[in-house]
Protein backbone atom coordinates (compact mmCIF):
# COMPACT_ATOMS: atom_id res chain seq x y z
CA UNK A 1 0.00 0.00 0.00
CA UNK A 2 3.13 2.46 0.82
CA UNK A 3 4.50 1.76 -2.32
CA UNK A 4 1.15 2.37 -4.11
CA UNK A 5 1.01 5.28 -2.77
CA UNK A 6 4.66 6.31 -3.22
CA UNK A 7 4.08 6.00 -6.54
CA UNK A 8 1.32 8.00 -7.27
CA UNK A 9 2.70 10.85 -5.71
CA UNK A 10 5.38 10.57 -8.23
CA UNK A 11 2.80 10.78 -10.99
CA UNK A 12 1.72 13.78 -9.41
CA UNK A 13 5.21 15.36 -8.77
CA UNK A 14 5.89 14.41 -12.60
CA UNK A 15 2.79 16.11 -13.59
CA UNK A 16 3.27 19.53 -12.08
CA UNK A 17 6.17 21.28 -13.65
CA UNK A 18 7.03 24.80 -12.83
CA UNK A 19 7.23 27.48 -14.74
CA UNK A 20 7.76 30.97 -14.63
CA UNK A 21 9.59 33.10 -11.56
CA UNK A 22 6.17 32.45 -9.59
CA UNK A 23 6.34 28.75 -9.94
CA UNK A 24 2.83 28.23 -11.21
CA UNK A 25 2.12 24.74 -11.88
CA UNK A 26 1.09 23.94 -15.30
CA UNK A 27 -0.85 20.12 -16.50
CA UNK A 28 1.27 18.07 -18.63
CA UNK A 29 -1.58 17.66 -21.19
CA UNK A 30 -1.70 21.18 -21.88
CA UNK A 31 1.91 21.50 -21.81
CA UNK A 32 2.12 19.06 -24.74
CA UNK A 33 -0.60 20.79 -26.67
CA UNK A 34 1.65 23.99 -26.52
CA UNK A 35 4.42 22.99 -27.10
CA UNK A 36 3.21 20.60 -30.10
CA UNK A 37 4.07 21.66 -33.43
CA UNK A 38 0.73 23.32 -35.47
CA UNK A 39 -0.56 20.95 -37.68
CA UNK A 40 -0.95 22.58 -41.45
CA UNK A 41 -4.54 24.11 -42.02
CA UNK A 42 -7.21 22.22 -44.19
CA UNK A 43 -6.69 22.38 -47.96
CA UNK A 44 -9.62 24.81 -49.42
CA UNK A 45 -12.27 23.12 -51.13
CA UNK A 46 -13.11 25.00 -53.97
CA UNK A 47 -16.55 24.99 -55.66
CA UNK A 48 -16.67 25.15 -59.33
CA UNK A 49 -17.67 28.54 -60.33
CA UNK A 50 -21.56 26.76 -62.08
CA UNK A 51 -22.34 25.39 -58.59
CA UNK A 52 -22.17 28.74 -56.74
CA UNK A 53 -25.00 30.00 -59.44
CA UNK A 54 -27.21 26.54 -59.76
CA UNK A 55 -30.14 27.77 -57.32
CA UNK A 56 -30.51 31.45 -58.95
CA UNK A 57 -29.84 29.38 -62.71
CA UNK A 58 -32.73 27.12 -62.12
CA UNK A 59 -34.93 29.89 -60.33
CA UNK A 60 -34.77 31.50 -63.62
CA UNK A 61 -34.79 28.57 -65.70
CA UNK A 62 -38.20 28.18 -63.85
CA UNK A 63 -39.72 31.56 -64.22
CA UNK A 64 -38.85 31.69 -68.21
CA UNK A 65 -40.54 28.03 -68.48
CA UNK A 66 -43.74 29.45 -66.59
CA UNK A 67 -44.08 32.69 -68.44
CA UNK A 68 -43.45 30.54 -71.75
CA UNK A 69 -46.24 28.58 -71.30
CA UNK A 70 -48.55 31.64 -70.05
CA UNK A 71 -47.57 33.25 -73.46
CA UNK A 72 -48.49 29.70 -74.89
CA UNK A 73 -51.80 29.64 -72.94
CA UNK A 74 -52.31 32.95 -73.99
CA UNK A 75 -52.09 32.60 -77.67
CA UNK A 76 -54.24 29.76 -77.49
CA UNK A 77 -56.63 31.64 -75.99
CA UNK A 78 -56.67 34.74 -78.25
CA UNK A 79 -57.35 31.83 -81.10
CA UNK A 80 -59.86 30.36 -79.39
CA UNK A 81 -61.38 33.94 -79.66
CA UNK A 82 -60.64 34.59 -83.08
CA UNK A 83 -62.31 31.80 -84.56
CA UNK A 84 -65.26 31.28 -81.77
CA UNK A 85 -65.91 35.23 -81.31
CA UNK A 86 -64.61 37.19 -83.97
CA UNK A 87 -66.07 40.57 -82.92
CA UNK A 88 -64.77 40.11 -78.84
CA UNK A 89 -62.08 39.06 -80.32
CA UNK A 90 -61.55 42.36 -82.61
CA UNK A 91 -62.80 44.41 -79.38
CA UNK A 92 -60.42 42.72 -77.30
CA UNK A 93 -56.83 42.85 -79.13
CA UNK A 94 -57.76 46.64 -79.57
CA UNK A 95 -58.23 47.10 -75.93
CA UNK A 96 -55.01 44.59 -75.47
CA UNK A 97 -52.96 46.76 -77.63
CA UNK A 98 -54.32 50.27 -76.77
CA UNK A 99 -53.57 49.66 -73.37
CA UNK A 100 -49.81 48.30 -73.95
CA UNK A 101 -49.32 51.73 -76.00
CA UNK A 102 -51.12 54.32 -73.16
CA UNK A 103 -48.42 52.64 -70.91
CA UNK A 104 -45.46 53.54 -73.51
CA UNK A 105 -47.00 56.57 -73.64
CA UNK A 106 -47.18 57.47 -69.91
CA UNK A 107 -43.27 56.36 -69.44
CA UNK A 108 -42.30 58.59 -72.13
CA UNK A 109 -44.63 61.57 -70.27
CA UNK A 110 -42.98 60.61 -67.57
CA UNK A 111 -39.21 61.23 -69.30
CA UNK A 112 -40.42 64.58 -70.33
CA UNK A 113 -41.56 65.74 -67.37
CA UNK A 114 -38.29 64.60 -65.56
CA UNK A 115 -36.43 66.19 -68.39
CA UNK A 116 -38.25 69.52 -68.07
CA UNK A 117 -37.45 69.60 -64.82
CA UNK A 118 -33.99 68.81 -64.56
CA UNK A 119 -33.17 71.17 -67.28
CA UNK A 120 -35.40 73.80 -65.87
CA UNK A 121 -37.20 74.22 -69.28
CA UNK A 122 -40.57 75.62 -69.64
CA UNK A 123 -42.90 73.49 -72.57
CA UNK A 124 -42.94 75.65 -75.29
CA UNK A 125 -39.05 74.98 -75.07
CA UNK A 126 -39.44 71.92 -75.96
CA UNK A 127 -39.05 70.46 -79.27
CA UNK A 128 -42.50 69.52 -81.53
CA UNK A 129 -42.87 66.13 -80.79
CA UNK A 130 -42.73 66.18 -77.52
CA UNK A 131 -45.07 69.30 -76.86
CA UNK A 132 -47.53 67.87 -79.54
CA UNK A 133 -47.28 64.14 -77.00
CA UNK A 134 -48.06 66.47 -73.89
CA UNK A 135 -50.66 68.17 -75.57
CA UNK A 136 -52.25 64.65 -76.21
CA UNK A 137 -52.10 63.16 -73.17
CA UNK A 138 -53.55 65.62 -71.43
CA UNK A 139 -56.49 65.62 -73.45
CA UNK A 140 -56.49 62.15 -73.21
CA UNK A 141 -56.30 62.08 -69.49
CA UNK A 142 -59.14 65.01 -69.49
CA UNK A 143 -61.38 62.56 -71.21
CA UNK A 144 -60.14 59.43 -69.01
CA UNK A 145 -60.77 61.15 -65.38
CA UNK A 146 -64.42 61.03 -65.37
CA UNK A 147 -64.43 57.04 -66.01
CA UNK A 148 -62.13 56.52 -63.56
CA UNK A 149 -64.07 58.35 -61.01
CA UNK A 150 -67.41 56.04 -62.00
CA UNK A 151 -65.54 53.18 -61.37
CA UNK A 152 -64.48 53.86 -57.84
CA UNK A 153 -67.77 52.30 -56.11
CA UNK A 154 -67.65 48.68 -55.92
CA UNK A 155 -69.37 46.62 -58.83
CA UNK A 156 -69.61 50.06 -60.67
CA UNK A 157 -67.06 48.80 -63.37
CA UNK A 158 -69.17 46.72 -64.68
CA UNK A 159 -71.51 49.07 -65.73
CA UNK A 160 -68.66 51.83 -66.44
CA UNK A 161 -67.44 48.64 -69.32
CA UNK A 162 -70.98 47.99 -71.01
CA UNK A 163 -71.10 51.85 -71.11
CA UNK A 164 -67.52 52.08 -73.05
CA UNK A 165 -69.01 48.97 -75.06
CA UNK A 166 -72.37 51.15 -75.61
CA UNK A 167 -70.20 54.42 -76.46
CA UNK A 168 -66.84 54.36 -77.11
CA UNK A 169 -66.49 57.69 -78.69
CA UNK A 170 -67.60 59.46 -75.98
CA UNK A 171 -66.00 57.22 -72.98
CA UNK A 172 -63.13 55.87 -74.58
CA UNK A 173 -59.77 57.94 -75.30
CA UNK A 174 -58.32 57.52 -78.98
CA UNK A 175 -55.84 54.38 -77.97
CA UNK A 176 -59.08 52.08 -77.52
CA UNK A 177 -60.37 52.67 -81.31
CA UNK A 178 -60.53 50.32 -83.43
CA UNK A 179 -59.08 51.81 -87.19
CA UNK A 180 -62.48 51.93 -88.31
CA UNK A 181 -63.37 53.82 -85.54
CA UNK A 182 -60.81 55.84 -85.56
CA UNK A 183 -61.65 57.65 -88.76
CA UNK A 184 -65.44 57.50 -87.80
CA UNK A 185 -65.27 59.29 -84.88
CA UNK A 186 -63.00 61.65 -86.22
CA UNK A 187 -65.06 62.59 -88.88
CA UNK A 188 -68.08 63.01 -86.29
CA UNK A 189 -66.02 65.38 -84.57
CA UNK A 190 -65.09 67.50 -87.44
CA UNK A 191 -68.62 67.65 -88.65
CA UNK A 192 -69.75 69.06 -84.78
CA UNK A 193 -67.03 71.63 -85.61
CA UNK A 194 -68.29 72.23 -89.08
CA UNK A 195 -70.97 73.63 -87.51
CA UNK A 196 -69.96 76.47 -85.89
CA UNK A 197 -68.02 77.07 -89.54
CA UNK A 198 -70.80 79.50 -91.07
CA UNK A 199 -71.11 81.22 -87.87
CA UNK A 200 -67.65 82.25 -87.21
CA UNK A 201 -68.32 83.75 -90.85
CA UNK A 202 -71.22 85.66 -90.04
CA UNK A 203 -69.85 86.97 -86.80
CA UNK A 204 -66.53 88.32 -88.39
CA UNK A 205 -69.12 89.74 -91.36
CA UNK A 206 -71.27 91.47 -88.28
CA UNK A 207 -68.24 92.83 -86.41
CA UNK A 208 -66.58 94.32 -89.92
CA UNK A 209 -69.11 96.95 -89.66
CA UNK A 210 -67.37 98.42 -86.58
CA UNK A 211 -63.88 98.92 -88.25
CA UNK A 212 -63.42 101.88 -88.49
CA UNK A 213 -60.73 102.13 -91.96
CA UNK A 214 -62.98 101.62 -94.87
CA UNK A 215 -60.07 99.53 -96.66
CA UNK A 216 -59.58 97.65 -93.65
CA UNK A 217 -63.15 96.90 -93.87
CA UNK A 218 -63.71 96.37 -97.47
CA UNK A 219 -61.05 93.78 -97.28
CA UNK A 220 -62.51 91.82 -94.39
CA UNK A 221 -66.04 91.92 -96.15
CA UNK A 222 -64.38 90.86 -99.32
CA UNK A 223 -62.49 87.84 -97.80
CA UNK A 224 -65.95 86.55 -96.16
CA UNK A 225 -68.16 87.05 -98.59
CA UNK A 226 -65.30 84.86 -100.96
CA UNK A 227 -65.14 82.24 -98.60
CA UNK A 228 -69.21 81.85 -98.32
CA UNK A 229 -69.14 81.47 -102.54
CA UNK A 230 -66.87 78.72 -101.93
CA UNK A 231 -63.61 80.25 -102.78
CA UNK A 232 -59.98 79.15 -100.71
CA UNK A 233 -58.62 82.38 -100.25
CA UNK A 234 -54.83 83.76 -100.12
CA UNK A 235 -52.54 83.72 -97.72
CA UNK A 236 -52.06 87.33 -98.54
CA UNK A 237 -55.16 88.17 -98.31
CA UNK A 238 -55.48 87.14 -94.42
CA UNK A 239 -52.22 88.90 -93.95
CA UNK A 240 -53.55 91.75 -95.40
CA UNK A 241 -56.12 92.52 -92.27
CA UNK A 242 -53.99 90.97 -89.61
CA UNK A 243 -53.78 94.25 -87.75
CA UNK A 244 -57.34 94.04 -87.52
CA UNK A 245 -57.08 90.55 -84.77
CA UNK A 246 -54.76 92.29 -82.17
CA UNK A 247 -57.40 94.92 -80.81
CA UNK A 248 -61.46 95.88 -81.42
CA UNK A 249 -63.50 94.51 -82.63
CA UNK A 250 -61.33 91.18 -83.16
CA UNK A 251 -58.83 90.81 -80.81
CA UNK A 252 -59.15 87.88 -78.52
CA UNK A 253 -59.99 90.26 -75.66
CA UNK A 254 -62.37 92.32 -77.77
CA UNK A 255 -64.40 89.53 -79.55
CA UNK A 256 -67.95 89.30 -78.22
CA UNK A 257 -68.85 86.81 -75.88
CA UNK A 258 -70.79 84.95 -78.65
CA UNK A 259 -68.32 84.90 -81.19
CA UNK A 260 -65.65 83.60 -78.24
CA UNK A 261 -68.28 80.27 -77.80
CA UNK A 262 -68.36 79.58 -81.29
CA UNK A 263 -64.55 79.60 -81.30
CA UNK A 264 -64.87 77.26 -78.18
CA UNK A 265 -66.48 75.06 -80.26
CA UNK A 266 -64.05 74.92 -83.14
CA UNK A 267 -61.56 74.11 -81.06
CA UNK A 268 -63.43 71.11 -79.17
CA UNK A 269 -63.73 73.43 -75.88
CA UNK A 270 -66.89 73.09 -74.33
CA UNK A 271 -68.75 76.94 -74.25
CA UNK A 272 -70.79 76.54 -71.43
CA UNK A 273 -68.51 78.29 -68.99
CA UNK A 274 -68.43 82.15 -67.99
CA UNK A 275 -67.08 84.54 -70.49
CA UNK A 276 -63.95 85.40 -68.31
CA UNK A 277 -63.10 81.63 -67.94
CA UNK A 278 -63.95 80.89 -71.27
CA UNK A 279 -61.78 83.73 -73.05
CA UNK A 280 -59.08 82.64 -71.06
CA UNK A 281 -59.48 79.46 -72.36
CA UNK A 282 -59.65 80.35 -75.90
CA UNK A 283 -56.38 82.35 -74.95
CA UNK A 284 -54.36 79.92 -73.57
CA UNK A 285 -55.52 77.16 -76.55
CA UNK A 286 -54.64 79.57 -79.20
CA UNK A 287 -51.16 80.31 -77.57
CA UNK A 288 -50.09 76.46 -77.40
CA UNK A 289 -51.75 76.37 -81.19
CA UNK A 290 -48.83 79.38 -81.51
CA UNK A 291 -46.13 77.41 -79.93
CA UNK A 292 -46.58 74.30 -81.69
CA UNK A 293 -46.56 75.74 -85.09
CA UNK A 294 -43.16 77.52 -84.25
CA UNK A 295 -41.74 74.37 -83.03
CA UNK A 296 -42.75 72.36 -86.21
CA UNK A 297 -40.95 75.75 -88.19
CA UNK A 298 -37.70 74.71 -86.15
CA UNK A 299 -38.09 71.01 -87.00
CA UNK A 300 -39.40 71.24 -90.51
CA UNK A 301 -42.68 69.48 -92.40
CA UNK A 302 -40.35 67.40 -94.18
CA UNK A 303 -39.28 65.89 -90.78
CA UNK A 304 -42.72 64.78 -90.17
CA UNK A 305 -44.31 61.35 -91.06
CA UNK A 306 -47.93 61.32 -93.30
CA UNK A 307 -49.24 60.61 -89.75
CA UNK A 308 -47.89 63.30 -87.57
CA UNK A 309 -48.71 65.85 -90.39
CA UNK A 310 -52.55 64.47 -91.03
CA UNK A 311 -52.63 64.89 -87.12
CA UNK A 312 -51.23 68.60 -87.50
CA UNK A 313 -54.02 69.59 -90.13
CA UNK A 314 -56.85 68.00 -88.28
CA UNK A 315 -55.55 70.38 -85.15
CA UNK A 316 -55.90 73.40 -87.02
CA UNK A 317 -59.58 72.56 -88.16
CA UNK A 318 -59.06 70.96 -91.62
CA UNK A 319 -60.96 67.37 -92.17
CA UNK A 320 -57.56 65.09 -92.99
CA UNK A 321 -58.97 61.68 -92.23
CA UNK A 322 -59.44 61.70 -96.18
CA UNK A 323 -57.00 63.86 -97.62
CA UNK A 324 -54.54 62.14 -99.43
CA UNK A 325 -51.22 63.10 -97.42
CA UNK A 326 -49.41 65.51 -100.25
CA UNK A 327 -52.73 67.60 -99.81
CA UNK A 328 -52.35 67.38 -95.94
CA UNK A 329 -48.80 68.39 -96.59
CA UNK A 330 -49.52 71.46 -98.77
CA UNK A 331 -52.45 73.02 -96.35
CA UNK A 332 -50.06 72.55 -93.72
CA UNK A 333 -47.70 74.99 -95.43
CA UNK A 334 -50.25 77.32 -96.18
CA UNK A 335 -50.56 77.33 -92.63
CA UNK A 336 -47.35 77.57 -91.80
CA UNK A 337 -46.86 80.55 -94.03
CA UNK A 338 -49.28 82.49 -92.43
CA UNK A 339 -48.88 81.25 -88.45
CA UNK A 340 -44.86 82.44 -88.84
CA UNK A 341 -46.20 85.91 -89.90
CA UNK A 342 -47.82 86.41 -86.94
CA UNK A 343 -47.36 87.70 -83.23
CA UNK A 344 -48.32 85.98 -79.58
CA UNK A 345 -51.28 89.01 -79.58
CA UNK A 346 -52.79 88.34 -82.91
CA UNK A 347 -53.65 84.58 -81.76
CA UNK A 348 -57.27 85.49 -82.65
CA UNK A 349 -56.56 85.49 -86.60
CA UNK A 350 -55.55 81.84 -85.84
CA UNK A 351 -58.65 80.91 -84.12
CA UNK A 352 -60.28 82.67 -87.24
CA UNK A 353 -57.82 81.23 -89.96
CA UNK A 354 -59.24 77.49 -88.69
CA UNK A 355 -62.20 78.22 -90.73
CA UNK A 356 -61.71 80.25 -93.64
CA UNK A 357 -58.54 77.94 -94.28
CA UNK A 358 -60.30 74.84 -94.26
CA UNK A 359 -64.08 75.58 -95.13
CA UNK A 360 -63.40 75.29 -98.92
CA UNK A 361 -59.76 73.73 -99.03
CA UNK A 362 -59.31 71.39 -102.08
CA UNK A 363 -55.62 69.69 -103.31
CA UNK A 364 -56.89 70.80 -107.00
CA UNK A 365 -57.51 74.88 -106.10
CA UNK A 366 -53.95 74.71 -104.51
CA UNK A 367 -52.06 72.27 -107.00
Known sequence: MSLLLGWRGCVRHARQLRLGHYGVPVPAASLYRALRPPEPPPALRLRHPAYQFSAKTNSKNVLSAIVSKIRLMNKKYERFLERTFPRFYQLYSTFLKGFQVFISEFKEIRRIKANM???????????????????????????????????????????????????????????????????????????????????????????????????????????????????????????????????????????????????????????RLPSALLRYRLRSHLSELYQLDQAMLKLGTGELSDNEVQVACYTRGLNSVHLHPLACRTWLNQWLALSSSLNDSETSLLAHSMVLLSTNFTFSSNH
Open 117 to 271: SHKNIQVHQLPYREMERLRQFRRDLIKAIPVGILSIPPFANYLVFLLMYLFPRQLLIRHFWTPKQHAEFLDTYHNMRKEAYTEVIDGLIQMSQLVADPKLQKQMLDLCKKVQKGVHPDISELKAVRMLFVAHPFGIQQLKVQQVKILSRVLFLTP
